[in-house]
Structures are given as structure tokens and as C-alpha cells.
């Protein structure tokens, strides 16, 4: 096993003191749970001269609602953010949260983590996408909030800018009458990254959706969504001439690459198939 470079290790005890360290030192990262960039270092993809964790920082470890906004802090783990009291308003984030790596890894690794990560395979980022989440970004000069489509700029590339740190993920508490779903294909049930992954949300008013977003993971070189599909499936019955055209006009979005985990040709062919089962799921929630 090869060694992690060295590094020097802070742990500041304040949001402000993070974000004084991280302008000031350079080739620094910040860490919370580590389970991506310690493997990385590992790896020799990243050799930081300083970790910042942030998990001394209370401040950033809360998930809750105010005004009609679901508010995770950066520190929140997978575990507490499944097992907090607003999981059920947000189900798509709870399925893909609940299956990420292992029991462990749910203890320590974060959607903050998951997402500044960039791995277009990043299980919360599908959710995410399709419940329209924005994330606050701070640095030592002030604050600014983004679409959570705007973090991503590629693979493993994220668009925070040196010094600055993510500090919490939005999101709009649905309407009644709306679901979400997640689902997603990996070589084994549990401890795998997804091969090819789906997220769906819907709203309906009685039999016509009023609302729909779709959105995939390991299929582009950042998760996406689809508007084409989505402009099809509003409005409609979600019937099955409906559902059809929608399957297609993902197939053709879609561009996935073959890599160790699977092919192009496995992952566009189930990119309707997985939209398919979350909308159904959506449905079923909804009634
Ligand atoms: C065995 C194993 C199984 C896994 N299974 C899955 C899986 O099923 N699905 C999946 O999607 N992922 C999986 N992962 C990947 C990983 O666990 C997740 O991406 C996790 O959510 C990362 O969170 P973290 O807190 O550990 O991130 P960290 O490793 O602490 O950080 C990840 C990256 O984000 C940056 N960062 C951290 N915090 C901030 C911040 N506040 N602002 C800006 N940048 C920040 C870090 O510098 C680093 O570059 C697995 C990993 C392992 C080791």
C-alpha cells in the first residue's frame, strides 16, 4: 500500500477560522469525512500540503427546515441526514443516502462531501438536481449561493474557486401532491459506486402532472438533467405514449462513456429503464 503524502493537518473550531486558514495556506483542501479525499491522496490524485477538517466547526452539523427551505449543513453525515425528522419530505436524497458505501461510510462521509467530489457517479447528486437544491458557497470574502447544476463543471472538477467552501445545501420543501424517487444500477447491491443512476420528481393535480424533472448519474461527464424529457412529461397524463417519448428523448441526451464499471451501450440502455421504475415509484408515493 502506498503512503499518504505528507501534509500539515488543521482542525479550526469556527467557520471563520476555516475560511482564514484556507485563504491564507496554500495547496490547501478542506476534509469531512475523508472518505473521498483520503483515498485519493492515497491514490496520489491529491497531494495537498494542508487539510483543513471541518468537522470541529458545530456550526456547519444541523439538518433542518425553516420558511419552507430544507437547510443540510456541510457536516452533516449521510446517516443523520437519513435518520433526521425531514427525511421523508425529500425521499429520492433518502434512498440514494441511505445505500452510499457502507454503514461506515454513512457514518463519516457527507452529500457536501459527495457533491464537492464531482464524480459524475455521486449518488446525492441526482436527487439533488431534480428537487432544484441551490448550495451556499462562503469564503473569507462573503457568501454567494448557486443552482446545485452549477457546482459541477466536470469529472471530479467542482466549480468552487480556491478558499472557498461549501457551507450548506437548500432545498425547496415539495408541495403536497409531488414525489421524488432515486434509483440506481451497481455491480453489487451495497459498496459499489452506481453504474448508471436515476432520479425523478413529480407532481401531479389529479391525473395530469403539473410538474416533472429527471436527472442522471454516470452518463455525462457531470450528472445531468434532461429538460426534453421533462417538457414531455408536464402537462400530460403520464400515460404510456407520453412515458415512451419522454424514454426516448433521454436515450438521446444521454452520453455515456465504457469504463471498468460498465458500457456506453449498458448504461444508455438503462437510462429509460431507470427513469421509468423512479417515475412509477413517484407515483406510488404520491397515492
Ligand atoms: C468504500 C467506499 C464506498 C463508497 N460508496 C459510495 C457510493 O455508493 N456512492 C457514492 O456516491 N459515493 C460513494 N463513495 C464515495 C464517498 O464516500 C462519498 O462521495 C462521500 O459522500 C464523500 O463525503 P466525505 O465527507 O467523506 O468527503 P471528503 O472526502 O471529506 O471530501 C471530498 C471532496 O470534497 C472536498 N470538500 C469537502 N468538504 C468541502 C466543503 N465544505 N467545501 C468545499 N469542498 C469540500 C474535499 O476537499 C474533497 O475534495 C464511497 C467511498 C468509499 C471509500
Redesign the pocket.
Known amino acids: 500500500m502506498k503512503p499518504i503524502p505528507k501534509f500539515q493537518y488543521h482542525s479550526p473550531e469556527s467557520l471563520d477560522e476555516a475560511l482564514a486558514l484556507l485563504a491564507e495556506l496554500d495547496n490547501a483542501?478542506?476534509?469531512?469525512?475523508?472518505?473521498?479525499?483520503?483515498?485519493?491522496m492515497r491514490n496520489g490524485v491529491?497531494a495537498p500540503d494542508h487539510i483543513v477538517d471541518?468537522n470541529e466547526i458545530s456550526e456547519l452539523d444541523y439538518v433542518k427546515e425553516e420558511n419552507g427551505i430544507i437547510m443540510i449543513g456541510?457536516t452533516a453525515?449521510?446517516a443523520q441526514v437519513a435518520n433526521s425528522p425531514i427525511a421523508s419530505k425529500i425521499p429520492s436524497l433518502i434512498d440514494a443516502v441511505s445505500?452510499?458505501?457502507?454503514p461506515q461510510?454513512r457514518n463519516?462521509?457527507?452529500?457536501?462531501?459527495?457533491i464537492?467530489?464531482a464524480?459524475p457517479?455521486?449518488?446525492?447528486a441526482p436527487p439533488l438536481l431534480v428537487h432544484m437544491a441551490e448550495v451556499e458557497i462562503q469564503s473569507s470574502d462573503g457568501k454567494r449561493s448557486i443552482p446545485i447544476a452549477d457546482l459541477f463543471a466536470g469529472p471530479k472538477i467542482?466549480s468552487?474557486k480556491p478558499g472557498?467552501?461549501?457551507?450548506e445545501i437548500r432545498i425547496p420543501v415539495p408541495p403536497v401532491g409531488s414525489a421524488s424517487s432515486f434509483k440506481r444500477i451497481?455491480r453489487r447491491k451495497a459498496?459499489?459506486?452506481?453504474v448508471v443512476s436515476s432520479a425523478a420528481y413529480i407532481q401531479m393535480d389529479g391525473e395530469t402532472c403539473t410538474d416533472a424533472k429527471v436527472a442522471f448519474g454516470s452518463v455525462a461527464i457531470t450528472p445531468i438533467r434532461v429538460p426534453e424529457a421533462e417538457s414531455l412529461l408536464r402537462g400530460s397524463k403520464l400515460d404510456e405514449e407520453t412515458v415512451k417519448a419522454a424514454s426516448d428523448a433521454v436515450y438521446e441526451a444521454v452520453k455515456p462513456i465504457t469504463d471498468v464499471r460498465g458500457t456506453a451501450e449498458y448504461r444508455k440502455d438503462m437510462c429509460p429503464v431507470l427513469m421509468r421504475r423512479a417515475i412509477e415509484q413517484c407515483l406510488e408515493r404520491i397515492r
Open positions: 483542501l478542506p476534509l469531512i469525512g475523508g472518505t473521498d479525499i483520503m483515498v485519493a491529491s471541518l456541510a453525515t449521510h445505500r452510499i458505501g457502507s461510510i463519516r462521509g457527507t452529500i457536501t462531501g459527495n464537492c467530489n464524480s457517479a455521486a449518488d446525492s467542482n468552487l472557498e467552501l461549501l457551507t451497481g459498496f459499489t459506486l452506481s
